[in-house]
């Protein structure tokens, strides 16, 4: 590895792909579209599950909940682009992202990408 | 104090008075009738927060409401005899409870829960 000093505007660390101004704005673009659709189902569940409340363990249920859906969500939409792969191919992989809302991106990404998928999958089987 | 292992069914701690069966009575549907009111009140605000959201940061204001009213309901609904005249006092307080819920204690634990709601109101003041 050459060092990072001799270079200074080479991206420093091996096989993590630089993103173009275009892969930013489509990755920005595909991430809070998941995201937005993700906090939209949080929020009909919560909704539906308020509305359903009896007893006091339904109401903690509902703040588990939350709590549970809160981390998730904080643990997976990380917008750092040395983690955008892992993040775009956990997306595909839970069906939360279409491959077509990565189109653009160039075609080393989207292998990584449908590579982090068929990982989990093969993972989760 | 005398030591408790020569009189070893007399109630141990100085100042701590016993419950009758009667008065454990009236204290279990007191403290029951004040925690399932509390109960309704967050039940319905949730429900109310609920309906009412629009965007993820209504979402986990909903989450931190319910939190922060569990571990407010923990900490004040503590059945242990010897915590009961504070947790009766404080209800008063609050107004989560009505002294004639109380009514058939005898007149020292009146006396004494009346001391510690006077005594949060002069504090709160």
Do not use: C
Not at 11 to 33: G, H, V
Not at 93 to 101: D, K, N, Q
Request: aromatic letters at 10%; hydrophobic letters at 30%; charged letters at 30%.
């Amino acid at each position: 590895m050459s060092s990072p000093s001799a270079t200074p505007n080479t991206y420093p660390y091996q096989n993590e792909p630089t993103w173009s101004r275009s892969e930013k704005a489509i990755a920005r673009t595909a991430f809070d579209a998941a995201l937005g659709r993700e906090l939209h189902e949080v929020i009909q569940e919560a909704k539906k599950m308020a509305s359903q409340i009896q007893q006091s363990s339904d109401l903690w249920d509902l703040e588990h909940y939350l709590t549970e859906r809160r981390k998730e969500i904080d643990r997976t939409y990380d917008y750092r682009y040395s983690r955008l792969t892992h993040v775009f191919g956990k997306l595909l992989y839970e069906g939360r992202l279409r491959e077509e809302e990565l189109r653009g991106l160039r075609e080393d990404k989207l292998n990584s990408i449908r590579s982090v998928a068929q990982f989990l999958a093969k993972y989760a089987a």
